[in-house]
């Protein structure tokens, strides 16, 4: 694979569409050279609420997006904790280590961590977790320097893969990608989607 080739993604990482939105853009995408291939566009999903859509669109150049791939989310499962320091607490929450999460609120985020902000189980027991900032067993704990405001919930990450065939240019009846595409997402009244990154790529 050549690096010219690579398609490129650009987004604002642990952006969150709001609800009732039509085509909100989550991300950006790019195909340097035209050639026949194979996209597949790994989207890795936060917190989601009911059943928002995500969609793959094309750009014809003046402005107008057409879709060439969708799916319909499902709702996440998000574990109510807390955090004292490096230890955090939610009743049976299940996780494992090396799984990454991430945390919301809503209110304040606990001293130390940011929106959006990946995360890795440690030290999983039945209540009680540590988040790391890399899953390495070198990495410590995340100390929170308070406990945050309003309601902190611990999300899974998700991996949702979208696959297509692409031709970028030549016979646009096949499949109308241009070298310019976009991630979107549609929201109804209380459908919310958090994205927390996008990776693309192809094979012949």
């Known amino acids: 694979m050549s690096a010219g080739h690579q398609p490129k993604s650009h987004l604002s990482y642990g952006v969150t569409a709001p609800a009732s939105q039509t085509n909100f853009p989550l991300a950006n995408l790019s195909i340097d050279n035209e050639m026949r291939l194979n996209l597949v566009v790994d989207c890795y999903l936060g917190q989601v609420a009911g059943t928002p859509s995500l969609k793959l669109q094309d750009s014809t150049g003046y402005?107008?997006?057409?879709?060439?791939?969708?799916?319909?989310?499902?709702?996440?499962?998000?574990?109510?904790?807390?955090v004292?320091?490096?230890?955090?607490?939610?009743?049976s929450h299940g996780f494992t280590n090396g799984q990454m999460v991430v945390v919301n609120s809503t209110g304040n985020l606990p001293g130390g961590y940011l929106p959006g902000m990946r995360c890795f189980v440690e030290g999983a027991t039945t209540?009680?977790?540590a988040l790391t900032p890399s899953n390495?067993?070198?990495?410590?704990?995340?100390?929170?320097?308070?406990?945050?405001?309003?309601?902190?919930?611990?999300?899974?990450?998700?991996?949702?893969?979208?696959?297509?065939?692409?031709?970028?240019?030549?016979?646009?009846?096949?499949?109308?990608?241009?070298?310019?595409?976009?991630?979107?997402?549609?929201?109804?009244?209380?459908?919310?989607?958090?994205?927390?990154?996008?990776?693309t790529g192809y094979t012949y």
């Open 63 to 82: 402005s107008f997006w057409n879709d060439v791939k969708a799916t319909t989310l499902s709702a996440s499962t998000d574990k109510t904790a807390t």
């Open 84 to 91: 004292s320091g490096t230890t955090w607490t939610s009743a």
């Open 127 to 129: 209540d009680t977790f």
């Open 136 to 199: 390495s067993t070198r990495s410590a704990p995340i100390a929170a320097t308070d406990s945050g405001t309003g309601t902190l919930t611990v999300t899974a990450v998700t991996l949702v893969t979208l696959r297509l065939n692409v031709n970028v240019a030549g016979d646009q009846s096949v499949m109308p990608m241009r070298p310019m595409g976009r991630m979107v997402t549609t929201t109804g009244g209380s459908d919310t989607v958090q994205l927390m990154d996008v990776r």
